[in-house]
């Protein structure tokens, strides 16, 4: 069929008063694609319908704005209460579990967690290093009582050969 | 009935405004060209607005143009309210005009079509006639009014 045929059908009449059968809805989307003629007569009809509508409108009374505006603020609210109520059950059954036993705390602290194992090799270490220390001790003491023996010699020594 | 869509994000304040002062008054024109009553079509067009702003957001988009689409889904909400009271009734009250240009046959397809969004096949069979008939007068009926339009 020729598309000025098709335009002068009232297809797109049945289109755009929402009537059309799905069939026809599919063939007029169609036609829209592949003909540029068709597709500029039907956004021509679709604004005629707008100018028609423009044509019947009647103003709404004051204030009705502010209606509107708080039942959408009211919807969006309710939906955000919703949105968090209904979060825990949307997570996985791992994450909601774990969810459910711990309540999340922001704060810094100042201790850490060691494995207990850790205190006998403490102990150990800190043993060791106070053997260490009286060795050391020892060891200096020793060495410093060696050197003023030495030292005596010496002086002993450079007298008898005087 | 396709669904509704619009190419603004939903609920953002100004967006409400600009879809409001667009479209709130031919909307409430329609409403009670159905409904036939001033106070209850501007209880409709709150009920109807609210609902489109909110719900548009998340349906998906389709070819209608956005007014096509508004006028789709408020004939969908008002289909239950005005289905026992429609009988292929007459024209709208105040129709301003448009309306009187169409002979009585025209006016009341077109009106049921419109309206109240009676298919083709149904006003053939409650008219007695060929759905052709029908589809035909319903595109003089709307070319008519495109054309005292100057269109």
Same mark, same amino acid.
């Given at each position: 069929m020729e598309i000025k045929s098709i335009i002068e059908s009232g297809l797109m009449e049945t289109y755009v008063m929402g009537i059309a059968t799905e069939e026809e809805v599919q063939q007029v989307l169609l036609l829209k694609k592949e003909y540029p003629e068709f597709k500029d007569a039907l956004a021509s009809l679709e604004l005629d319908m707008e100018v028609l509508a423009q044509g019947m409108a009647i103003a709404p009374p004051p204030g009705t704005l502010e209606k509107v505006e708080t039942e959408i603020h009211e919807i969006q609210r309710r939906n955000q209460v919703v949105q968090k109520v209904a979060r825990p059950n949307t997570k996985p059954d791992g994450e909601d579990s774990k969810e459910e036993k711990y309540i999340e705390v922001e704060a810094e602290s100042n201790q850490m967690r060691v494995n207990k194992a850790w205190k006998w090799i403490f102990i150990a270490v800190f043993i060791l290093g106070k053997i260490f220390l009286a060795s050391a001790i020892y060891f200096y003491l020793e060495n410093r009582q060696a050197r003023e023996e030495i030292k005596e010699l010496k002086i002993e020594l450079k007298q008898k050969i005087k | 009935m396709p669904k509704a869509v619009l190419n603004i994000p939903p609920a953002e304040p100004k967006d409400i405004r600009w879809f409001y002062?667009? /479209? *709130? *008054?031919?909307?409430?024109? /329609?409403?009670? =060209?159905?409904?036939?009553?001033?106070?209850? %079509?501007?209880? #409709?067009? &709150?009920? &109807?607005?609210?609902?489109?702003? *909110?719900?548009? =957001?998340?349906?998906?988009?389709?070819?209608?143009?956005?007014?096509? !689409?508004?006028?789709q889904y408020a004939?969908?909400?008002? *289909?239950?309210?005005?289905? !026992? %009271? #429609?009988?292929? %009734?007459?024209a709208p009250v105040n129709s301003n005009g448009n309306l009187d240009l169409l002979d009585d046959l025209q006016k009341q397809i077109f009106c049921a079509v419109y309206y109240h969004g009676k298919s083709i @096949?149904?006003?053939?069979?409650?008219? =007695? %006639?060929?759905?052709?008939? &029908?589809?035909?007068?319903?595109?003089? @009926?709307?070319d008519k009014m495109r054309r005292s339009r100057g269109n």
């Open positions: - | 002062d667009k /479209y *709130a *008054a031919m909307l409430l024109g /329609y409403i009670n =060209g159905i409904v036939q009553d001033h106070r209850k %079509s501007e209880d #409709h067009l &709150i009920s &109807i607005l609210t609902s489109f702003t *909110a719900e548009f =957001g998340m349906q998906e988009r389709s070819q209608l143009s956005i007014w096509l !689409e508004l006028r004939q969908s909400r008002l *289909a239950l309210i005005t289905q !026992e %009271s #429609h009988s292929l %009734s007459p @096949s149904h006003l053939a069979t409650t008219l =007695g %006639s060929e759905e052709d008939e &029908i589809r035909n007068q319903l595109k003089l @009926s709307i």
